[in-house]
């Protein structure tokens, strides 16, 4: 069997729905951006501020488990506190940024708007500072959303996910900005407990996680 043939005659339904409607990609694209819902630029600053005050004042801050495991859920906290990050889990790994960004827009799913769900368009969603910040937020149309994450695998998740982002950096580059001076300190604390002997029990998935959730931003 030659495999390389295989792939190519495999359907694509993305390719399909496109075809069979005659959806152009690049209107599609852009009707995506323009269909999403942000926190406005002034709003946003004012959130943030708050939210990192939140953080150093050991407020409400919430993040997402890693998997389903109670020791590494536990490792997880552990490492959030030596990084000094007031952290809980949140309890429907979304409570966090559905205030943030109701509140923001001043508008709430199915009552204000209706076939919207909320995106991070970073992910970082292991990363207290993005998980509810309010440049890493938005709602984006149902139709949208799929090509926002890993639920698709196409060229046009590639294009969607990269003009939201480019959105982003550039409507809020001052607050992301800010982030990659705060998440550059907190990196490089956790890379050196990672090598302590302390931090070397800890589960090489996790670790790899959340090093890779607490990242800066360049686009």
């Known amino acids: 069997m030659n495999s390389a043939l295989d792939l190519e005659n495999k359907m694509d339904t993305i390719d399909s729905f496109l075809k069979e409607f005659s959806i152009d990609p690049d209107k599609f694209c ?7 819902i942000w926190i406005e630029p002034i709003k946003a600053k004012k959130v943030w501020d708050e939210h990192i005050n939140n953080i150093k004042e050991y407020g409400n801050v919430y993040t997402r488990k890693y998997g389903r495991s109670k020791e590494n859920h536990e490792a997880q906290l552990k490492i959030y506190k030596k990084l000094n990050l007031p952290v809980s889990f949140d309890p429907t790994n979304n409570a966090g940024p559905e205030k ?3 509140e923001g827009t001043g508008k709430r799913k ?3 708007i209706k ?6 368009i970073f992910g970082l969603t292991k990363n207290p500072y993005a998980f509810m910040a309010p440049w890493n937020i ?3 149309s149902i139709l949208t959303d799929p090509f926002t994450g ?3 695998n196409h060229n046009l998740t590639q294009r969607i996910t990269m003009l939201l982002r480019e959105k ?3 409507d809020y580059n001052e ?3 800010e982030y990659n001076c705060i998440i550059s300190e907190k990196q490089e604390e956790m890379t050196k407990y990672f090598e302590t002997d302390e931090g070397q029990l800890i589960d090489p998935k996790l670790r790899k996680v959340l090093l890779e959730d607490f990242i800066t931003i360049d686009i």
């Open 168 to 170: 982003s950096y550039n």
């Open 175 to 177: 607050l992301i900005c």
């Open 110 to 112: 199915n009552k204000d």
């Open 115 to 120: 076939n919207y769900k909320i995106s991070h």
């Open 138 to 140: 938005a709602y984006t």
């Open 30 to 36: 852009e009707w995506c951006i323009k269909t999403t």
């Open 150 to 152: 890993h639920e698709s």
């Open 100 to 102: 943030v960004i109701r």
